[in-house]
């Protein structure tokens, strides 16, 4: 093959992927000239160029193509259906391309006439609907003229009054005004919107991305020509392609080759020099090394990418699927300039389809669907890509329907991959990952799409040769993300090098978190569930393993798990912990492929040769996480999830502050509302308008007395307790302060007597539970409105939503002891996590939080057709109708004022009742 066809063969194959993009793109967007220009102009010179080099069979189809985009030029309609028809064109010349290399520069024998011919019955179609358009155009300009003319005789019969025009100049105004009607009856029909600001950055970045970094290469560099050829002055400036060159990929491999070998030496003579530290070879040695590491970086970059490369075909392909689903889906990616090595590239692109096609067809609903989940009738499938310390993380989501857990369980129980039993014990996160075990599939039937059970086995296993990792994350109804972890490279990576049984092993930092090293005084402590070692890190139960008895090699002198390093590893959402006799340093290594011999064991991914020249294996991280299989991470989750129903116990502890008011009686109020204990001397008690007042911290705070019972001191000081919120401060007057305990809150008799909630037993005695909320309006008037609740009979599970730290902590008691068992949030987002976790029978949110309101978090519990039949109450400090109007439409059943606690008891009773007679 000569080097002319070995060019055009490149440059048609960059063009084709370029209009393959920007075809989906003009369906989109069919009254962009730019992007059909652009089209056309590719599309020409394929079959200038095909002509040239007499290919009769590729110029004949592109000329047909060309045709039919021109009739687009000249304001045909862009129906899918033409789309489609350019777009099988576009292949069947990649298809006669392919054939042409395979065959050395001879065009392969075929008829095309079947597309051919349906082009040109487009392009024919396409002439007559513009002929249809031209004479309703005439015919409008006709009965305009006819109009015209009547006008012009009205004004005939009778003589110019004073301020009307003469004939003359109502004919020259006539001639203006059709003038300006033919320009403006080339513009579309709709009116123009009102130019906005746009950020030119942003847009550039979405082209860039949509486009993939070849097309804006290709499209930049004929520009750039072009503006070069066209610009003024005559000055002859250095076009983009002079700047560049092409290279034979077999030419960069093989330099990669040799780097690698390089820098196998330099690690060599740095070990040779570190043994005899007054060599007089160590300064240009290290000369070396920095030389080394240059040509390194340099001959990577020559290999890298942007990832947009492998994500071209993406759009072509989610609108062909969604003509065949019958679905409206959109497709955005993000960092499609982020770079990678080709190889890398070249071995993620099938991954990447396929998670594309699968979010498609699996996750996303269909239109009826999302109309009745309350979502947009198009979905969304995004694509991210960024670099994250040495390695790229590319995420694939969607907002569909999410993983359905009960089907995966019934599968995976079909299927004998694990028990009911097993499966109880697994968290939702472990049950989604066997959608990656072989053969397995949810799909009802099988189709062109999916359902053969093959597919996510074969993502995993390819991510997983490159040494990357996958993950998912799934919540019901509102979509699920895949994350995949790959290496920069596979070349040259960076391992830490690790001692085992007296042998050395290298492992990816890549999948490498902490190392941590054990003692028997060290702050990290082994512990063993079932005989199995475990890890307590950060208050995190991690499953151990020896690297030597997962090896098989250990022997007397080998660590044990209670001593010893400890390299922390994640693969995916897989966290765990190997212990190894010795850690020596982190190298960048040369990757050496697998003898055949060894390629089945699953705990290597290579070798490669150290600097002394010793020959050592690398670890596999996913041979390590699968060895350790789901039945320790069971026990360890088992475990983990009695230590949270243990820390839940412990959390509702609370810290209570007892003191003693007008008797001998202890009493209690919780700490946490209780911004502080002072004292203030006698002679600074001040009266005004018959209140008692002291200046503190630049205000006057109003002293509030807990009954008449409580002793007037004459001197000396005054113990109080202080409350604060919104800068406003009270004191309440006490006798004396006793004592701050741990203790549960748990009121067993109610009090109708006002300022006391109930008494509870508190450090074994019965203590009176103050309620501070009758006291507050007491010192300032619109404080609080306090007067008896209704007590709640049912206890019911509450889910309550308050961003104010002071409001969580005073209703949080009192609605405790109404009867709900009570779960806090302090924003709407963590709320929302709470109910994807457990189901409540009732929610209380305030209204004014900031990032995400009240009203917003109703309309998103409402979009959940869980949450159809839960009551959501409204708190606030504003009650106008319509601040209450927003609250129904938003989808709240109350809207309470937040100083009204017994309407909001009530209100919580009455909607709990009907909630409770319901389910009966």
Known sequence: ????????????????????????????????????DNIFRLVHTIKGTCGFLGLPRLEALA???????????????????????????????????????????????????????????????????????????????AAKAETKGTLIDQTLERELRLGEVSLDELERAFRETEVEVEIASEAPAEAEPVPQAVDFAKVAAELESRMGRTGAATAAKQAKVEDDHHSEGGEQKASVSSQSIRVNVETLEQLMTMVSELVLTRNQLLEIVRRHEDSEFKVPLQRLSNVTAELQE???????????????????????????????????????????????????????????????????????????????????????????????????????????????????????????AELEKMSDAQIHRYIFAAGFSTAAAVTSVSGRGVG??????????????????????????????????????????????GDRFAIPQLSVVELVRVQSNSEHRIERIKETPVLRLRNKLLPLVTLGDLLQISDASSATADDGFIVVMQ??????GIVVDGVFHTEEI??????????????????????????????????????????????????????????????????????????????????????????FEIDKIETSNGRELVQYRGSLMPLVRMNDMVRHRTEGSQPMLVFSDAGRS???????????????????????????????????????????????????????????????????????????????????????????????????????????????????????????????????????????QTPIIALSSLCTPAAIERGRQSGFDDYVAKFDRPGLIASLKELTSQDMGMAA
């Open 590 to 679: 040369v990757v050496k492929p697998m003898s055949k011999m060894l390629r089945d064991i699953t705990m290597f991914s290579g070798n490669t040769i150290l600097g002394d020249g010793s020959v050592i294996m690398i670890i596999d991280p996913n041979g390590v996480a699968s060895a350790l299989g789901s039945t320790v991470a069971a026990d360890v989750n088992e475990m983990a999830e009695h230590e949270k129903v243990q820390a839940v116990n412990e959390q509702s502890r609370i810290s209570m502050l007892l003191f003693r008011a007008g008797s001998a009686e202890p009493k209690a109020v919780p700490l946490s509302l209780v911004t502080r204990l002072e004292e």
């Open 298 to 420: 340099g001959v990577m970059k020559t290999r890298m990418q942007p990832i947009g490369n492998a994500w071209q075909k993406l759009p072509r392909i989610v609108r062909d699927l969604a003509q065949e689903l019958d679905k409206e889906i959109e497709l955005e990616m993000i960092g499609a300039e982020t770079e990678l090595d080709r190889q890398v590239l070249e071995l993620i692109k099938d991954p990447l389809t396929h998670m594309v096609r699968n979010s498609a067809d699996h996750g996303l609903e269909t239109k009826d669907g999302r109309r009745k989940a309350g979502k947009p009738v198009k979905g969304v499938v995004r694509l991210s890509a960024y670099h994250e310390g040495g390695h790229i993380i590319i995420e694939i989501s969607d907002d569909g329907r999410g993983l359905n857990v009960e089907r995966i369980k019934q599968k995976v129980v079909e299927n004998g991959l694990a028990t009911e």
């Open 1 to 36: 093959m000569d080097d002319l066809l070995r060019e055009f063969l490149t440059e048609t194959n960059e063009s084709l992927d370029v209009v393959d993009v920007e075809l989906v793109k003009f369906e989109q967007e069919p009254n962009n000239a730019r992007i059909l």
């Open 730 to 868: 009270m004191g309440l007057v006490v006798d004396e302060i006793v004592d701050i305990v741990e203790e549960r809150l748990d009121i067993q008799v109610s009090s109708e007597i006002p300022g006391v909630l109930g008494s509870a037993v508190i450090k074994g005695k019965a203590t009176e539970v103050v309620d501070i909320g009758y006291y507050l309006p007491l010192a300032f008037e619109d404080w609080f409105i306090r007067k008896e609740f209704a007590h709640a009979s049912l206890t019911r599970k509450l889910l309550f939503v308050d961003d104010s730290a002071f409001f969580r902590n005073m209703l949080g008691p009192v609605l405790k002891a109404a009867g709900f068992d009570v779960t806090i949030c302090a924003s709407a987002t963590d709320a929302l996590r709470k109910v994807a976790e457990t189901t409540y029978d009732v929610i209380v949110s305030d209204i004014e939080m900031p990032d995400v309101n009240g009203f917003d978090l109703a309309e998103m519990l409402r979009k959940d057709p869980r949450m159809k």
């Open 456 to 501: 996510m086995d074969v993502v995993r296993n390819n991510i997983e040769l490159i040494g990357g990792t996958v993950d998912l994350k799934s919540v019901p109804g509102k979509g699920s993300t895949f994350t995949i972890k790959i290496p920069l490279t596979l070349a040259i990576v960076s391992t830490l090098i690790v001692e085992a049984c």
């Open 63 to 141: 000329h047909a193509a060309e045709t039919l985009m021109g009739k687009f030029r000249d304001g045909a309609a862009v129906t899918p259906q033409a789309v489609s028809l350019i777009l099988q064109t576009i292949d069947r010349i990649k298809e006669i391309l392919a054939e042409l290399e395979a065959k050395e520069g001879e065009e392969p024998q075929g008829d095309d006439s079947d597309l051919i011919k349906q082009l040109e019955a487009m392009s024919l179609a396409g002439d007559a609907n513009m002929a249809e358009t031209k004479k309703k155009a005439k015919e409008d300009k």
């Open 571 to 576: 693969v995916g959402s897989q966290t765990f």
